[in-house]
């Protein structure tokens, strides 16, 4: 608070109305401190896990993981600056910070849409056209080093045209457009239209397409029970993959306070949509935390995570074995290898008759 006289010699007292009571203020950071915690933590873990596991390292992983990333840097880099920016009213940072804290946001979520977009192609690709060649680690790479370049040119406006202004009892961090009315909206439309509009389309049709595929109907004369555990399975990662972006609509959330607090929810979920409906990401979620008492990791759990490619290099889905093919191979070889051995033992018999 800060007072000044004016002419006839009264005190006026100026006040920055966005400063909030100190147990609000308290009670807001015990939330956002947990919020971000868990953000941080459950994306590294995330990334943990599709590094350290060559079985992980697939296309739409690599996707994830750009997601990941995204994620824990904003949460990092942006969430608490935001979230002591709306507090306070305050501009604590400079200007450089301020160019910076303007620009990011809009790059990560562009990156996290994008990425979205992407794994949401890259399932109906797997699910609709299955016999089609899919991406390679090098073409995947591609496509998210494009994805960033992108973000950066659609961000890059916020971050030159960002500016601080300190006034009589606060400072400002704000985008100082060259045209105060047609700037901001023309920007805001682009951006509502690539970031929002777009992505959101393809990822309803692809999704619609893949779920009347995978929920309208079965291969006809295949009803094996190898075939309907497959088809679970790839039921299952459409549901993830859907209420991840249902938890990204946040973004459209009209009021600054809401869109932060979702915003760092939607970062949160995120791991814990991967723990609860994906089996490996649960299997690494349970190494990480195996010194709990109540967690328990078993030996399916292990294998989950284990390389069982017969090519490990190669996305295509036609050359990975699963559970069931690999305990037929097993016993297809234990059955071989006894066969072998009493035909050897008999050999020495046969000869000496």
Known sequence: MASERDGSNSTRNLTNQFVQPAWRIAL??????????????????VIWIILAHKRMRTVTNYFLLNLAFSDV??????????FIYAAHGEWYFGEVYCRFHNFFPVTAVFASIYSMTAIAIDRYMAIIHPLKPRLSAKATMGVIVCIWSLAVVLAFPLCYFSTTRALPNRTLCYVAWPRVVDDP????????????????????????????????????????????????????????RIIVVVTRLCWLLPYRSLHLLWLAMSSTIQPIIYCCLNSRFRAGFKQVFRWCPFVRVSSYDELEL???????????????LTRVDTSILSKDKSTYSRGNRSRLNSEPNNKDS
């Open 306 to 320: 284990q390389n069982t490619r017969l090519r490990p290099g190669h996305q295509s889905s036609m050359c990975t």
């Open 28 to 45: 807001w950071s015990v939330a956002y401190s947990t919020v971000l915690a868990v953000a941080v933590f459950g994306n590294l873990i």
């Open 185 to 240: 909206f023309m920007y805001h439309i682009i951006v509502t239209v690539l970031v929002y509009v777009l992505p959101l389309v393809v990822m309803g049709i692809t999704y619609t397409i893949i779920g009347v595929t995978l929920w309208g109907g079965e291969i006809p004369g295949d009803s094996s029970d190898n075939y309907h555990g497959q088809l679970r399975a790839k039921r299952k990662v459409v549901k993830m």
């Open 73 to 82: 840097s904003m949460a990092a880099f942006n969430t608490l600056i935001n």
